[in-house]
């Protein structure tokens, strides 16, 4: 059933927010309520949000989590920083392909705010201020203009939840439908895994060349496609395979009816796997 994923800076007073949420609806409804958060997973979160590798696990780990809870029955609330556009439109792919409601929590507060409340948690539950300060710099706020942003709900850090426009947009309205890129097909014909192959390997190896003559911040062109590879970092061949071979089986799940437009999609999958 529905998804509601909470969004702010560190320190913004998403885990209350989640808790009331998580009260409210298992008072009100006979469904149960999941959270899932970082502090499942045991992670100590100034090592990971100081190294970009260990962030990309954690958000992994959470959505997978997330996937796993997500069903007919139960409401999902997924109490994270939730900072990254890209990582909201993949999970707003995720509850399309489900087929359920999903709205985003915003809980609005200043840096200066968020610093404050940092510094009043126990010193082990505290983020490093470099940490949060990097953090603050880096958060994309949502736009309720982005349909993965939609229903959106701001939260001032005094004000009442508004438990029944939430529990609105979370029952009262259909659920977004899925379309081809997230709708699970069955394996297209031979000629479009044959293409697949073809087509990613040519943009690995465009990528491998022109990086021996380019510097980070270039701009990659490569075969077939109209968008180019936006790198601000060396990468190598063994990460750009990694890559690769989760693109591959992730559209042999969900094959385009156009091959022509495998490139790009490969070239939208490494900008944001990259990033």
Known sequence: MPLIVMCGYPCSGKTRRAKELKVHFEQTTERKVHVVAESLLTVEKNAVYADSQKEKQVR??????????????????????????????????????????????????????SSAWNTNRDAKE????????????????PDSRNRWDNPLFNILQDSTLPFEAISDALFKRKAPPPNQSTQSQPLSSANFLYELDKVTQDVLMAIFNAQKTSVPGDRICVPGATEKIELNRNVNMAELRKFRRQFITYSKMHPTESTGQISNMFVQYLNRSLH
């Open 126 to 141: 505290q983020y490093t201020q470099d940490i949060l300060n990097a953090l603050v710099l880096r958060f994309e706020a």
């Open 60 to 113: 992994a780990a959470l959505k997978a989590e997330v996937e796993r809870k997500v069903n007919k029955d139960d409401i999902v609330i997924l109490d994270s920083l939730n900072y990254i556009k890209g990582y909201r439109y993949e999970l707003f792919c995720l509850i399309k392909h489900v087929q359920t409601p999903h709205c985003l929590v915003y809980c609005l507060t200043s840096d200066e705010v």
